[in-house]
């Protein structure tokens, strides 16, 4: 927290990048500048080039090199994520799209009373449903008058930190 508001503002890059110590400077990256120097030089968004995994053929590889040798173990792959070109609202969309049609076929499923698709809907979707619970959750405490307010870093609604409450108006 304190780092944070005595240094100028970093890249995202930055904390992938960064080297953490144990003892001091517990932090070590160009980018750290202190907020009474001048700043750093802005960070140009550069796309990187894509780096096959494995070379096509075991001819193409140089001397020394072995598959899974671990030299590169500790990076963080960012290109996937800049390979999906359609903007957040389409992304968005489609998933709440799909889980409204979802959730209207599990509707039509309640008249069957079958509770094997009730285990495979509990057991597979564990995750999300608990996703939902804890944003439920999380958007009824914000909302109400009587109970604490969430912290961020809670336990229990942590993988809701993001989600964004409606007001209790909607």
Known sequence: KHLVQSVHPVAPTFFLE???NRTIPFWIHPLLVPLDSCPPPPATAVMPVPVPLEPV???EMES???VG???ED???DTFCQQLDTRTFQERMLTHVKNIRD????LE?????NDYRMLTVLERNGSSFLRLADNCLSRERRENSSRSRSPTTWEKGTA???FYRARSSSQ
């Open 74 to 76: 500790d990076l963080v």
């Open 18 to 20: 960064v080297q953490r």
């Open 69 to 71: 040798d671990g030299v």
């Open 108 to 112: 039509y499923q309640i008249q069957f």
């Open 57 to 59: 053929n075991e001819g």
């Open 159 to 161: 993988s809701a930190m």
């Open 102 to 105: 979802f959730c209207d076929g």
């Open 64 to 66: 020394g090199d072995e």
